[in-house]
């Protein structure tokens, strides 16, 4: 996932704020982490570069 993104994206649920927690990735990209709203304590994982901002019933 691309880090400017991050300007951009919201919780799905109810668009609250999206905290970072990195766990390998560059200056310009992370590759695993997690995010996590600041609102509503929901998760939502980053595998391979990739942000799984899907509901919990669809993951």
Same mark, same amino acid.
């Given at each position: 996932? =691309? %880090? ?5 994206? /919201?919780?799905?649920? /109810? %668009? ?5 927690? +990195? ?8 590759? +695993? ?5 600041? =609102?509503? +304590? ?16 669809? %993951?």
């Amino acid at each position: 996932m =691309k %880090r400017w993104i991050m300007e951009y994206i /919201c919780c799905p649920e /109810c %668009r609250g704020s999206l905290r970072l927690a +990195e766990v390998s990735g560059d200056e310009n990209e992370v590759l +695993e982490g997690t995010l996590t709203c600041t =609102k509503c +304590e929901r998760t939502y994982p980053i595998a391979e570069g990739i942000a799984d901002l899907l509901p919990d019933n669809q %993951r």
